[in-house]
DNA sequence: AGCATACTTCGATCGCCCTCGAACCAATCT
DNA sequence: AGATTGGTTCGAGGGCGATCGAAGTATGCT
């Protein structure tokens, strides 16, 4: 009767209202404390401090103390993605919740996607890497290349440190808004605190829109033509 | 407070037992009656029903009335795409539920997933065609390369009608098993139904396993040779 | 027409779990 | 040490929804 991993968990402990606005929270890629998660689903402490640990225990979190402070952020890319495959859905044939305010145009835009840089600058970022071969597709893995490496070094980019870590320097996500892939992994990362660092883009982490400033986009369509 | 798509809905759809498992169910691509439904959730046929009604109004479902049977089959690709993302949760961080029946390893060798073929030798057939660039990358995107659409005429799969329909002809697609990606889309579906048609495999659709004879996977394995 | 099958709708029951108040630990500050 | 803040645990309450029996609708068979 059960074949495969049983999703129902899962997707149990992601269906409850606090739980998911939690979750969402946490695609700002900041780690955030129990009170903030508690705010943000607009629940009391101890009702937050619950659902958080049972996120922990069903591995959707990683928690991490500090003094007395407890932060919790996503687990990994994967919970990530699978997230963003929800709003996915939950946008195209759900209620059709086309939440067309100013608000949601700008997140459609640009906005942070866990840590990296999503909606349609990141879609046309992305483009733009592949199509000048500064990433290209290896099997499925999704590979820099040596321009694509130089690249980033001229932009101010440590590529080498990135490549120690242990979590993927490349990999594609797929956005909710559009139904395209930009980029993810710990480049995606550093692209979006590099665009941060030079002040070409400021990102709310409350709202996750990541707004340009007029240099900064210019920048930005400079360096990732749409051809 | 919410940005973004309503996750909770959605999730909270697939966060039941019995309507997890109906979904789990249709991941064969198989299109199932309320009944078979009932039965596979162990559920009666008027909850059934009831679970069936919601998963279509979220949009999870496509229905198709015939005579006096209503069948029911997943709502597209997508859905099938976001319940392998959370078989892969469950699998990875969950309960760690390693089934590791004799079953479950049929399961990660061979599978149906939706209507394509996905498990090991899934992923062995996707990496052969990327490797002697019967598939490319364009952008995020798959493409059928000439040397692939010889590659598919050759096998004798007509890659003229499948591209005339409006589902997209190549996409991947990730295991929950493995964690890279399979080839989706007609061209998946086309191929999966070539190899049974030749009567090199053969797929229960009770338990999704695929069963290869020994000249199938012969077969098989000489046409997506490894390297 | 009459019966059987497939499914839906209604109503009632029941259990799970979300929620919060209150008390209880833990860590930092003065 | 006492006070303050951040978080957890416990218990009780309460609501939502899953479940099924029974009646209702539709389709097909003879």
Redesign the interface.
């Known amino acids: 009767?059960?074949?495969?991993?049983?999703?129902?968990?899962?997707?149990?402990?992601?269906?409850?209202?606090a739980?998911?606005?939690m979750?969402?929270a946490l695609?700002s890629g900041k780690a955030l404390t129990v009170s903030e998660l508690a705010e943000?689903a607009?629940v009391t402490i101890q009702t937050a401090s619950s659902h958080l640990s049972k996120l922990d225990s069903?591995?959707?979190l990683r928690p991490r103390k500090q003094g007395r402070h407890k932060y919790f952020a996503l687990?990994g890319e994967?919970?990530a993605?699978?997230?963003e495959?929800?709003?996915?859905?939950?946008?195209?044939?759900?209620?059709l919740?086309t939440r067309t305010g100013p608000?949601?145009a700008k997140?459609r835009q640009a906005r942070v996607c866990y840590n990296h840089l999503a909606g349609d600058m990141g879609i046309q970022m992305?483009?733009s890497l592949?199509?000048r071969t500064h990433l290209?597709?290896e099997?499925?893995d999704l590979r820099l290349t040596d321009s694509g490496a130089a690249f980033a070094y001229d932009l101010g980019i440590d590529v080498g440190a990135l490549q120690s870590a242990r979590t993927p320097l490349c990999r594609?996500c797929?956005d909710?808004s559009e139904r395209?892939?930009h980029l993810a992994g710990s480049l995606g990362r550093a692209f979006l605190s590099r665009f941060e660092e030079l002040s070409w883009a400021k990102t709310d982490r409350k709202?996750?829109i990541v707004t340009f400033s007029r240099s900064g986009a210019e920048a930005f369509h400079q360096l990732f033509p749409v051809n």
Chains 1, 2 share one sequence.
């Open positions: 009767m059960k074949e495969g991993p049983d999703i129902a968990q899962v997707a149990a402990l992601i269906g409850d209202p739980r998911a606005n979750l969402t695609m943000e607009g069903g591995g959707l687990a994967d919970v993605q699978v997230l495959g929800l709003m996915g859905l939950a946008a195209g044939s759900g209620h919740r608000k949601d997140l992305f483009d592949i199509a290209s597709f099997g499925e594609e797929l909710w395209r892939s709202t996750r």
